[in-house]
């Protein structure tokens, strides 16, 4: 905290307080002859949690160990899923699922920094087996099973526990991540560089035997983007989300 020097100061003591009384109560402390400013006056919040370096916020071994981290828990025992908290004892185990929405942006997270494209590539394609696989699974909550907000690991069944659902910004986000992988595999395929072949993005993104994986998102998020649904933190509930209108439109315009 600060003191501040101009007008507005905010009375901090009382009448014949002195300036030590004044500075150990964690008030600032000015004599002044302008009428109704105070002597003893309130200190200036700063916030604790500035960072002021000029460098990098983590040293390359502390991005080091959060990398590490982070690939623990995408592909989780070889089943595509990604899991909230590989920890059985945090939290009693509540978070040991798949979230539709945090697996998707993880694994846009993924896509967006990690250099080693091969190992990309794998946890992509363990991903999208997964997609697969929970796209048509049969839903105990009597849902669409593609508004669901968090599945068991390795099953891809729905939680059938106490949680806000319908969430309508699962299948938005999935297509969004399964988009921008399709298209940089046909980037890739067009330079020459080596990478999946192209009829990947074909068979399994947008025409294979189940509809294809981002058109199955898709053809939900253009019925439904306007439908009652729980909010971004899971506490609210309504139509107009921000949230939700974002990332149906942001699925809709790249997987055209």
Wanted: net charge negative; proline share 7%.
């Amino acid at each position: 905290a600060g003191c501040p020097t101009g007008a507005g100061k905010t009375d901090c003591g009382f009448l014949g307080i002195t300036p030590t009384q004044c500075v150990e109560s964690g008030c600032c402390f000015a004599e002044s002859l302008e009428p109704g400013v105070p002597w003893c006056f309130q200190p200036t919040e700063v916030c604790s949690l500035r960072h002021d370096s000029t460098g990098p916020p983590f040293s390359p071994a502390e991005l080091g160990v959060l990398r590490s981290h982070f690939l623990e828990h995408i592909d989780v025992n070889n089943s595509g899923a990604v899991v909230a908290s590989g920890d059985a004892e945090w939290m009693g185990g509540a978070y040991q699922f798949h979230w539709e929405r945090d697996g998707a942006l993880s694994m846009q997270a993924l896509m967006g920094t990690e250099p080693n494209e091969t190992l990309v590539g794998e946890k992509m394609e363990a991903y999208m087996g997964w997609v697969a696989k929970v796209q048509h699974i049969a839903d105990p909550n009597g849902l669409d099973v593609r508004a669901e907000p968090k599945y068991h690991i390795p099953t891809g069944v729905p939680d059938s526990g106490p949680w806000c659902r319908p969430q309508k910004d699962g299948p938005g986000l999935r297509a969004l991540a399964l988009s921008k992988y399709g298209l940089g595999l046909l980037a890739r395929n067009s330079s020459g560089a080596a990478a999946p072949p192209v009829h990947r993005v074909t068979d399994v993104l947008v025409t294979g035997a189940d509809a294809g994986l981002v058109p199955v998102d898709l053809d939900w998020v253009v019925e439904n983007w306007g439908t009652w649904t729980c909010d971004l933190w899971e506490d609210a509930q309504g139509y107009d989300f921000f949230w939700s209108a974002y990332t149906a439109r942001a699925g809709l315009v790249l997987g055209a």
